[in-house]
């Protein structure tokens, strides 16, 4: 019981603040919606809680033991979330630049046409972008915090999931295009905090 109390209270209000902002970019709900349309026009049938249990069961997964894998392989977090940092500073400038950098191609007709949880929960919601951006952030907030911060993340994919053709239609492609605009340059600022205030660190 003390060590239940003693796990949550250590979630700080801001911390959570600051990481769902980021995960929530990273993970990227908004812009992955003309992925999801396209999916249902092929008759693939959308499971949002299905596609959320499955995404925060892997990410809570590779959380917990994301950095005993690292200490198997002797790799310290700083030098993680440098890696991290350029990796997700790589997506930012996908979202940013409209460009292609990461290739999912080899993915596609490689998942049956009644599958929701792939390609949705992995690897889209809770792929390698989402695992990095974990294991990167965990070197400034505490566990307890990300754990919030998840739940909050899954909530909002949960809602953007099941109001995906309200939202294409009253918000439109310009509005979504914005979001991920805005979402890409924060993502940029914490990769360039995570690289460079690692580097600081180990030097």
């Not at 700080?12 to 992925?35: T, Y």
């Amino acid at each position: 019981m003390e060590s239940i109390q003693h796990f949550f209270g250590s979630v700080d209000f801001w911390e959570v603040v600051s990481s769902f902002i980021f995960l929530i970019a990273i993970i990227d709900p908004f812009g992955n919606i003309p992925i999801t349309i396209s999916m249902q026009k092929k008759g693939i049938q959308i499971h949002p809680l299905r596609v959320c249990i499955a995404s925060i069961t892997i990410l809570l997964l590779f959380l917990f033991l994301g950095e005993w894998i690292l200490r198997l392989f002797g790799v310290q977090i700083e030098y993680f979330a440098i890696a991290g940092g350029f990796v997700i500073f790589l997506m930012a400038l996908e979202m940013v630049l409209d460009i292609t950098i990461f290739q999912n191609d080899k993915l596609e007709g490689e998942i049956g046409s009644g599958s929701s949880i792939v390609p949705l929960a992995f690897p889209m919601y809770a792929g390698p972008g989402a695992f990095t951006a974990l294991l990167a952030i965990t070197a400034e907030y505490s566990i307890a915090s990300l754990c919030i911060s998840l739940l909050l993340c899954m909530l909002v994919l949960y809602f953007v999931l099941i109001g995906t053709n309200w939202l294409t239609k009253y918000l439109g492609q310009t509005a979504l295009y914005i979001i991920r605009k805005f979402f890409g340059i924060i993502v940029l600022a914490i990769a360039c905090k995570l690289m460079f205030g690692n580097l600081a660190a180990i030097f």
